[in-house]
């Protein structure tokens, strides 16, 4: 679970839960995608997306890890058919930082149908396969390892029996391609973005809330599947906050960890070198650049990327394989747009 339920405040609406986040090189530019609401939670849960919330794509293009330009998607009541009326709204400069602003809009369209925007955009959103593998028992063993602070025990896991928790579970996505030529006019020609999306709910007193945040995946099933407050407190706050509320906290519980496997000589030096890599908690990409999230560091992240053994060797500074690859999701993504998974 890359960001599947991960905290109270996020579980107690699935449409407002953030599974996984994406950005990579498309057809014909970047393209930005927003997974929430996972079929995993069962068909009484609320379908499609929540028509009070707000999702949103977030860039940085100058390193503060504030945004300067954002993409906010709002959406309709389900029709008879299930169907929502979407519109796309951009924002760029400090209205993106704005809750009240309401930006330019992009577009409109239809759940399950792609639609063009205004500057040649490329937006689909609807239901597709989730690409996300993970193993239960090795989850629920790293939680335990980072929730304690000793070692990950798999004593009595069987690689070869390895299954993906989430194979034949469906999410709804939100994709968005932006051509270079258009993405770069909105960042005043910075290549080198920082990137994230949140979902936004709105409050009785008449503002929004943030619900959830997703930058670099597998933050909260190491770090806070043990500790509830933190995954809550965590979705937010901003990734300009991270360094100062967060750094000791989770660089002392990595050190904890790589300490029990004696695989640093100075574990909380490695703790604070990781932190370093994780905050502020934005996934950096480069506009017209191949994508991908591997041992040799991160570029964006593509919808087939095994960041799960990524992140669990990251964080234990230890080797990881969960015995499972890219192809032990149900439905595959694709090469074209709008990328994501078919589902029938």
């Known amino acids: 679970m890359s960001h599947h339920l991960d905290s109270p405040a996020a579980r107690q609406d699935v449409r407002l839960d953030i599974t996984d986040f994406y950005v990579f090189r498309g057809e014909r530019g970047t393209v930005f995608v927003l997974n929430v609401n996972n079929s995993i939670t069962g068909p009484e849960a609320p379908q499609g997306f929540h028509h ?6 977030r860039i940085d293009t100058d390193a503060d890890a504030r945004q300067d330009l954002a993409y906010r998607f709002t959406f309709g009541e389900p029709g008879p058919d299930g169907g929502q009326r979407w519109t796309l709204h951009r924002l760029t400069g400090d209205q993106s930082r704005d809750d009240t602003a309401t930006g330019t809009e992009v577009a409109t369209g239809v759940t399950g149908e792609e639609t063009a925007g205004s500057a040649g955009e490329r937006i689909w959103a609807g239901r597709a396969g989730d690409p996300f593998w993970i193993d239960h028992d090795v989850l629920v063993a790293v939680g335990e390892a980072f929730g304690h602070g000793e070692r990950v025990d798999l004593s009595g896991w069987d690689r070869s029996k390895a299954t993906n928790v989430f194979a034949g579970q469906t999410v709804h996505s939100l994709v968005l391609e932006v051509s270079d030529e258009e993405l770069l006019r909105h960042t005043g020609g910075a290549l080198a973005l920082g990137t994230w999306a949140v979902s936004i709910l709105a409050t009785d007193a008449g ?14 099933p190491i770090f806070s599947q043990h500790d509830p407050d933190l995954g809550d407190r965590y979705n937010t706050t901003r990734p300009d906050q991270d360094r100062e509320l967060y750094t000791d906290l989770i660089a002392g519980r990595i050190a904890d960890v790589v300490a029990a496997y004696d695989t640093a000589d100075d574990a909380r030096a490695y703790g604070e070198t990781v932190t370093a ?6 996934l950096p990409y480069r506009v017209g650049s191949p994508a991908g999230y591997g041992f040799a560091g991160c570029n964006g992240r593509t919808l087939t990327d095994n960041v799960v053994d990524v992140m669990f060797s990251l964080a234990t500074n230890t080797p990881f394989d969960i015995g499972l690859t890219k192809d032990c999701v149900t439905a595959r993504p694709t090469g074209a747009f709008p990328y994501v998974a078919p589902v029938a």
């Open 52 to 57: 009070e919330g707000r999702y949103e794509f």
């Open 207 to 220: 503002g929004w809330r943030q619900i959830q945040r997703a930058g670099h995946p597998m933050f909260h």
């Open 277 to 282: 890599f994780l905050f502020p908690d934005v």
